[in-house]
């Protein structure tokens, strides 16, 4: 019996048991062993698509501003908020005022002031609980409430402007009860109704650069949002470039793997001729970035994300100078057209001009280190290459 025909058996073994449990579990095993891959496809070289980045977790970016306005809340709900609110800020001004009316007693007040009960309801009952706008309700409610706190302190404040606002023909302005038919000086109600208005003109500016904060808060997450993506997709883009690039070399070497292979690739390599136009030398264990102008941006922009980002994208992407670091037993030729020269040829990338040159690369980068650290890393070296007049 062939070995196909032992394995068949096994299987129809399985499927046929007595157990029709086994039965159910053997042909579901069956029925996930295959999962086949598209080989021109970028699921070949990468174990992610664009559909794992941009579904990813943590993409959901909340507009603060919008949902202060979509509450739910009805008309109704939002009355009895604001009058449960008015009754809270009553209940604390109300056992608050008699402690005040001590305090003036005690810096020469000639009367108890009045309570702020009903200055502290009607401010609480006109508040709609966003801090982003500032309604017409809240204005009418602030100039009104500091109107009522105005005349809550009247018999302290009447005297003083008797005193200091001068009689008109021969009576006092207050008239004879010296305090008005709304309770207070006239001049203390249009105060109070000025410093009203004057509240709420700040008021309405606080909530203008809330809002305005607020969204440039929202933009900036949804801009941290895209440049996550975009830096994804980069790294997935040139991980795959980079495996396909790879198994082009590997490719390229096992056509000297045969059975004379070792003095084959010997000879190949005492006879190959470097090009004439070499216009420098590594050493080995470099790291090429070849987006180094778009790294230097984003260091200048304090993105470090987006740093380290592309210095992983490079070790990743293999791009790193085979050897160790020495001109002397290691040199690398690099040519006009940025072709890199290992002892088997050229490399399956290249350095591109204005490419960023990390030297002990694995020495300097490792896979635990966070991104401020990378970031900190490429700086101290383009400080360097800038002190020896390399950058």
């Given at each position: ?32 062993d295959y999962a086949p891959i ?220 045969n059975q004379y292979g070792g ?129």
């Amino acid at each position: 019996m062939a070995y196909q025909d032992l394995l068949n058996a096994s299987i129809y073994k399985d499927l046929l048991g007595s157990d029709l449990s086994e039965s159910i579990s053997n042909v579901n095993t069956l029925s996930k062993d295959y999962a086949p891959i598209n080989p021109y496809s970028s699921g070949a070289y990468t174990d992610r698509s664009a559909r794992n980045i941009y579904t990813g977790v943590n993409r959901d970016v909340i507009n603060p501003v919008q949902a202060m306005q979509d509450t739910g809340l009805s008309g109704l709900d939002k009355t009895l908020l604001g009058a449960t609110q008015g009754l809270t800020f009553m209940n604390y001004a109300s056992k608050a005022s008699p402690f005040i009316s001590q305090i003036a007693k005690s810096l020469g007040a000639k009367a108890p002031i009045g309570s702020l009960g009903p200055a502290a309801l009607l401010y609480g009952a006109t508040r709609n609980q966003n801090p982003y706008d500032f309604t017409d309700t809240e204005r009418l409610g602030t100039i009104g409430s500091t109107a009522l706190a105005a005349k809550s302190l009247a018999p302290i404040l009447n005297p003083l402007l008797t005193k200091a606002i001068p009689t008109i023909a021969g009576k006092s302005a207050m008239g004879a009860a010296g305090t008005g038919i709304v309770g207070m000086h006239p001049a203390l109600l249009v105060g109070g109704l000025l410093l009203g208005n004057l509240f709420s003109k700040k008021q309405k500016k606080k909530a203008e650069k809330a809002k305005k904060d607020a969204y440039a808060d929202y933009r900036g997450q949804l801009q941290d949002v895209a440049d996550e993506r975009t830096a994804a997709v980069e790294e997935n883009r040139e991980a795959m470039q980079q495996a396909f690039l790879n198994q082009q070399y590997q490719d390229r070497y096992n056509q000297y793997k045969n059975q004379y292979g070792g003095n084959y690739r010997m000879s190949a390599d005492k006879g190959m001729k470097m090009p004439a136009n070499i216009v420098a030398e590594f050493t080995g264990n470099e790291l090429v970035v070849n987006d180094q102008d778009a790294l230097e941006q984003d260091l200048a922009n304090g993105n470090v994300s987006r740093v380290a980002s592309r210095i992983r994208n490079a070790m990743k992407g293999g791009k790193i100078t085979p050897g160790s670091e020495t001109h002397k037993s290691n040199p690398i030729p690099v040519d006009s057209e940025g072709n890199i020269y290992a002892k088997g040829g050229p490399l399956p990338f290249k350095v591109q001009k204005g490419a960023g040159i990390y030297d002990h690369a694995t020495d300097q980068f490792k896979e635990n280190m966070t991104d401020k650290e990378i970031a900190m890393v490429a700086k101290k070296n383009i400080a360097k290459w800038k002190k020896n007049n390399m950058a």
